[in-house]
């Protein structure tokens, strides 16, 4: 009778056993194969946000869980990335805490290095996200206090099945890159020939000899076009807004790092006068090639609207020769062979790449208007203090910062998530394992 005392007692107090005395693991506590008890935080996205603060946590020692809706770590960057990309900044400003980049690396690492690193950096950690598990639903359970979040099983693109998960964090780490942006245009469907967002280009290779209209002037835009010379492609940029264009280098230093360092010592309006009056110097007058420059400089932009500038990697060398081609007019409508632009010229095209951006998904799966907002999926609090939100809600990802701004809040993030780790007495784990 004694041992049997002990053994329950053993039971009640012990995390590793589940309500029905069977012996579970800490994290994930599974009850019937449908409903996950969580111990930890989950953490929705397996990009390089989601695996930073699961690393910080695991460095704390507090488990976590990863869902990942795509069959991989960073999937923007493995699945939906052009094969010519490398980091725009420098490897430094790029790595996530608590691993650098390998020294040998170079200081823009390519696409298959930066993916080497992520993976590298989910065994170092031993972060193993649960793959083709898409979060569809998530919202706050005040009854119990728990976040419930429901996932579909992705299988060859379809979603199917399921599970709900309950815990006591949240971290949405599904980023300001979750979904493409396809905008519509009068007359697509008359157009005879691919139309194609950049999350679906790979190669200039297959547009060859063609004629190519790229709609988009941001990174991507200059890039892809950039892509489609080398690969004997006559590409057509359409740009419709101004731009501010800079080398990715300037005085043998990177212009961002340049611009950190200045940053210490000056306001950020002169800075900006610095680094236009350099870029002029480097680049030339850029509104001659269709390409004006906004009123506001590019550091100020950056700080008030989150547009980042166009680092050049050798498109305006292009441009300037005729190899590149930019139209200033918006698109009006597409044509069978082509496009009318808005001040009535027409083009022949054999192909369209909209190189139009990415937006947030938050809004589709998280039940929550606090913190998000619905109109863009961001948090309506500026960086830096987007982080944080109410009953253990996280975001990481969306501060408009890159890499950087993802290590700082995933640093942040594990720390709050410690204290109240420990202030709520979770070495008592059990206290905290729900039942159905």
């Not at 099945?161 to 949240?170: A, D, I, P, V």
């Not at 157009?191 to 950049?198: A, D, E, G, N, S």
């Not at 081609?325 to 009006?332: C, G, N, T, Y």
């Not at 975001?395 to 910062?401: D, N, V, Y």
């Amino acid at each position: 009778m004694k041992r049997w005392r002990e053994a329950e007692c053993k039971r009640v107090h012990d995390p590793f056993y589940a309500g029905d005395g069977r012996k579970v693991a800490v994290n994930p506590v599974e009850i019937d194969g449908k409903c996950i008890r969580v111990l930890g935080p989950i953490i929705v996205g397996g990009g390089p946000s989601g695996l930073a603060v699961a690393a910080c946590l695991k460095k704390k020692g507090i488990p976590c869980v990863v869902l990942e809706r795509a069959n991989c770590v960073a999937s923007l960057w493995q699945l939906k990335a052009y094969d010519r990309l490398r980091l725009h900044l420098p490897k430094k400003f790029c790595q996530l805490p608590l691993m650098p980049f390998p020294s040998w690396f170079p200081t823009y690492p390519t696409k298959q290095q930066f993916v080497a690193y992520l993976e590298a950096y989910a065994r170092e950690f031993g972060i193993r996200p649960r793959f083709d598990e898409a979060v569809v639903a998530a919202e706050y359970d005040a009854v119990v206090g728990f976040w419930r979040v429901k996932t579909a099983v992705v299988n060859q693109g379809r979603e199917e099945g399921g599970r709900e998960y309950m815990c006591r964090w949240l971290v949405v780490a599904t980023g300001e890159n979750a979904e493409a942006v396809v905008p519509g245009f009068d007359g697509a469907g008359d157009f005879k020939r691919p139309i194609l967002h950049t999350s679906l280009y790979k190669s200039g290779d297959a547009f060859r000899g063609k004629r190519v209209l790229v709609v988009g002037c941001g990174n991507s835009g200059m890039e892809v076009c950039l892509d489609l010379c080398h690969h004997g492609a006559h590409p057509t940029i359409v740009v419709r807004d101004s731009v501010h264009i800079l080398p990715r280098e300037m005085l043998c230093r990177s212009t961002f790092g340049l611009s950190m360092w200045l940053l210490r010592w000056l306001p950020v309006r002169a800075v900006d006068r610095l680094l236009l009056l350099a870029a002029r110097l480097l680049l030339g007058d850029t509104a001659k090639l269709g390409l004006p420059r906004p009123q506001l400089g590019p550091l100020e932009l950056k700080l008030r609207s989150g547009k980042t500038p166009v680092l050049d990697v050798g498109t305006l060398e292009k441009i300037k020769s005729g190899a590149i081609k930019v139209v200033r007019p918006a698109i009006k409508k597409l044509m069978e062979h082509g496009a009318e632009f808005t001040d009535g010229r027409s083009e022949g095209f054999d192909a369209v790449v909209l190189a139009t951006g990415y937006k947030s998904n938050v809004p589709y799966w998280l039940k929550e208007q606090e913190f998000f907002s619905e109109k863009d999926g961001l948090p309506r609090r500026a960086f830096p203090h987007g982080w944080k939100g109410e009953r253990g809600l996280y975001a990481i990802g969306f501060t408009k910062r890159g890499l950087m701004g993802a290590s700082l809040d995933a640093t942040r993030i594990a720390e709050d998530i410690e204290r109240c780790w420990k202030a709520e007495g979770m070495i008592a784990g059990g206290n905290h394992v729900l039942t159905n």
